[in-house]
């Protein structure tokens, strides 16, 4: 995926450099090209220019690559320290009994070795997986409906749009604190209006069943990330240039023969993207079930980051929960990967 | 990937794209016949389902904000005929001036989202600005290490980054957090900002080169106003990220004089300083839900350009 993201990015920088070059006179792009193509040519280079007698040319290009070099290393820095180290430093610490505290020794694959007859670990990414099964296609569908819903500029969808949006601005942490309060037995809202209206109990205890908890962590998800879903198809939909849809409807196909037939093909790219994103997502979950169940009744709620967590804080054993986190690493991955690849394929 | 890039910009905006709008006249222009009885009519329906369907995602928060008026003791027993009448701002005055001072907490989350923000939006200025208009080796390797760490969840460093912060002396402390939170906003706001440089017309920067000025002169006086949308966008996506973030800040910091409001509210849900008390974790929810409805509303257009570009990215 990256790679793709590159050649683009190539390709795009190659299109603005030749068009701000051509009002420069020319020469300094084809300089550029050189230059970028092969990195080891600069003498042919300075004698071309010295012919020429260009070299403002290339002390003008030296300051530029020196300013640009200055200009994104703190951004380098970042990444690099915060974010690139830490991930080899990850797999060098899985690579050990690392304690929070104390001496640690190489102990090879041991870590790895100990993962597989480790249940809770195990059973979380099991877990894991059911879970972002679950959410995915709901928070697609609705998501995609809702976009449909609101994709034209019809008077009020502007409202509805930043309505429809604030329980993703808010942010499932803040949220889940509301819903533990609200799924109280006896005293919460839910219970309160369900029993009402003779659904369920006024004493059911929401979060302590496995079954129940999951059910009602996976509504609250749906409902707080469908607007999100919504806004990213949306963006697509008015991406589609319209006149497709003017020929279409002279031909006389209906609404929905235009929606399926055109829309939802032309929106493929974006339909992978926010079904990546939702489904790295949903893997990477951690909030809701700590603040709602805590992984509980037992461990049968357990996410995968969550048992990360739960290894590396209040067990301590930082070397194994390096492993895990390796394992996550490749999980997302391979998770991306195969979406995207199945998705770009139908698409070319 | 490339007509996404291309085109982006243009569609985001979502209250000025042309095309919808268009196909609606057109639409509504191609059956002469019983146009208005027809159009506001479907225009009442409309706006009736829209209603009906933003009641869902709005009603449970809006709740959420008259529950935590409400006593203690109605929040944690079953309603009655009271529940609705008796309104109170109790629960708001035990939290400020409690054992539990959410205030600090409150201004520990501010600090760190407003560093955030400010690191950020630097950083990501100075970046966007030298990949967008200086030309130099190792450029679009530079700028795909950047991308890597969109890419990398920092669920999945969590560990390593642990003992990092730890030997650098960050561990417990608002800044580690905020040089943290930077990192993994970084991508989304070098990639916005790089977008923003490259929309100004390359004459202007040409002129100001010609005319003499500085790199940080260009900057500083030619280039600001252009890419202030940038600028608002990049910092808008990383206040709210930091301001709602909870698993990072439940790792790194353990002093709880530092806790960052989603933190300490998980405190007060297992009842760490006492007994569970559902009318303070209400009241507490609702502060901090308030600032980002406040922030998102007022520029809830920067917002989701940051958000399409940052999905766009990944």
Not at chain 2, 273 to 289: E, H, K, R, T
């Amino acid at each position: 995926m990256l790679e793709r993201k590159q050649n683009c990015l190539q390709e795009s920088r190659g299109q603005g450099l030749l068009g701000r070059d051509r009002e420069a006179g020319g020469y300094a792009g084809a300089t550029m090209t050189v230059t970028g193509q092969a990195e080891s040519q600069p003498p042919i280079l300075t004698r071309l220019r010295v012919g020429r007698a260009r070299s403002p040319a290339s002390a003008q290009a030296r300051r530029d690559t020196r300013t640009g070099l200055v200009l994104v290393t703190p951004a380098l820095a970042f990444v690099i320290i915060f974010a690139l180290f830490p991930l080899g430093f990850g797999v060098y610490i899985s690579l050990t009994n690392w304690p929070l505290i104390g001496a640690y020794h190489f102990i090879g694959l041991a870590n790895y070795q100990s993962l597989l007859h480790n249940s809770v670990f195990l059973q979380s990414i099991v877990f894991t997986l059911k879970y972002t099964g679950i959410v995915t296609i709901p928070i697609f569908v609705v998501g995609y409906a809702l976009a449909v819903f609101v994709r034209a500029n019809r008077p009020g969808t502007t409202v509805f749009r930043t309505l429809i949006f604030l329980p993703y601005i808010v942010g499932l942490v803040t949220e889940s604190y509301m819903a533990v309060v609200e799924l109280q037995p006896s005293s919460g809202s839910v219970n309160y209006v369900l029993s009402k209206a003779g659904l369920v109990s006024d004493t059911t205890a929401w979060l302590v069943h496995t079954g129940l908890a999951v059910t009602v962590i996976c509504v609250l998800v749906v409902w707080f990330y469908s607007g999100f879903a919504m806004m990213l198809l949306m963006a697509g939909m008015q991406n589609i240039p319209q006149d497709i849809y003017e020929s279409a409807r002279v031909d006389g196909a209906s609404w929905w023969a235009a929606e399926r037939k055109l829309t939802f093909p032309l929106l493929r790219r974006w339909i992978a993207l926010s079904l990546i994103i939702s489904v790295v997502g949903s893997f990477l979950a951690f909030n809701q079930f700590f603040i709602m169940t805590d992984g509980g009744p037992g461990t049968s709620t357990v996410t995968v980051v969550m048992s990360i967590y739960d290894t590396a804080f209040p067990q301590m054993d930082v070397g194994l929960a390096s492993a895990m986190s390796v394992v996550l690493v490749i999980v997302v991955g391979l998770i991306t990967f195969v979406q995207f690849h199945y998705l770009q394929r139908d698409t070319d | 990937m490339s007509t996404v890039h291309s085109h982006q910009d243009s569609s985001v905006r979502t209250g000025t794209s042309g095309g919808p709008a268009a196909r609606a006249t057109r639409r509504s222009s191609s059956q002469p016949a019983t146009i208005s009885s027809g159009r506001s009519g479907r225009h009442a329906w409309y706006i009736a389902a829209g209603a009906a369907i933003s009641v869902v995602f709005v009603v449970p928060l809006a709740w959420e904000v008259f529950r935590s008026l409400e006593p203690e003791s109605a929040v944690s027993s079953a309603p009655t005929s009271q529940t609705f009448t008796h309104l109170t701002f109790a629960n708001y005055q035990t939290l400020v001036s409690g054992q539990d001072d959410i205030i600090r907490n409150v201004m520990n989350s501010l600090i760190v989202a407003i560093l955030t923000a400010a690191i950020t939006s630097l950083i990501a200025v100075l970046a966007g600005y030298g990949f967008a208009l200086f030309r130099f080796r190792g450029s679009g390797v530079a700028f795909g290490l950047v991308l890597l760490a969109f890419m990398i969840p920092f669920q999945a460093v969590l560990t390593p980054l642990f003992l990092e912060l730890h030997f650098m002396h960050l561990l417990n402390s608002l800044i580690g957090l905020a040089l943290f939170y930077t990192t993994f906003n970084l991508p989304v706001g070098v990639y916005v900002m790089r977008n923003s440089f490259r929309q100004i017309p390359g004459e202007l920067v040409d002129a100001a080169k010609v005319d003499g000025a500085s790199v940080t002169a260009t900057l500083v006086s030619v280039l600001r106003p252009l890419i202030l949308p940038g600028i608002a966008t990049t910092a808008l996506y990383a206040f709210l990220f930091s301001w709602t973030e909870f698993l990072g800040a439940l790792s790194f910091v353990t002093n709880d004089r530092l806790f960052t409001l989603p933190v300490a509210l998980s405190n007060a849900e297992t009842g760490t300083y006492g007994a569970v008390n559902y009318g303070l974790l209400l009241a507490g929810s609702v502060i901090a839900m308030v600032p980002c409805i406040i922030v998102y509303v007022a520029l809830q257009r920067y917002y989701v350009r940051g958000l399409v570009s940052g999905a766009l990215k990944g």
